[in-house]
């Protein structure tokens, strides 16, 4: 059974920081993509970064040199370094990843709330 475990969510100002952190299993962690969405109220749920098992990353255009996705193998846990925050970036954030083997896991999300 694969576990993702989120923390780090909150109450932060506009322009302020917050660093998200998604605890797994080193297995998942070495073999697979990691990947943070977040979904906002009335809003479908979107892909906000990725990290591949190699570390290259990827970004959704509205975060791209705001975020930053990285991996400590380690701890066995993702991160999501968010800078520079603004009230659209309030939403739950989701840790997710697809592993080789076609299974889709999800975290239970945290909170993220900018206040204006």
């Known amino acids: 059974q694969v576990q993702l475990v989120e923390s780090g969510g909150g109450l932060v100002q506009a322009g302020g920081s917050l660093r998200l952190s998604c605890a797994t299993s080193r297995s998942v962690l070495s073999d697979n993509a990691m990947d943070w969405y977040r979904q906002a109220p009335g809003k479908p749920r979107e892909l906000v970064a990725s990290?591949?098992?190699?570390?290259?990353?990827n970004y959704a255009t509205s975060v791209k040199g705001r975020f930053t996705i990285s991996r400590d193998n380690a701890k066995n846990t993702v991160y999501l370094q968010m800078n520079s925050l603004n009230s659209e970036d309030t939403a739950v954030y989701y840790c997710?990843?697809?592993?080789?083997?076609?299974?889709?896991?999800w975290g239970q999300g945290t909170q993220v709330t900018v206040s204006s």
């Open positions: 997710h990843t697809f592993t080789k083997y076609g299974l889709d896991y």
């Open positions: 990290i591949a098992p190699g570390g290259s990353t």
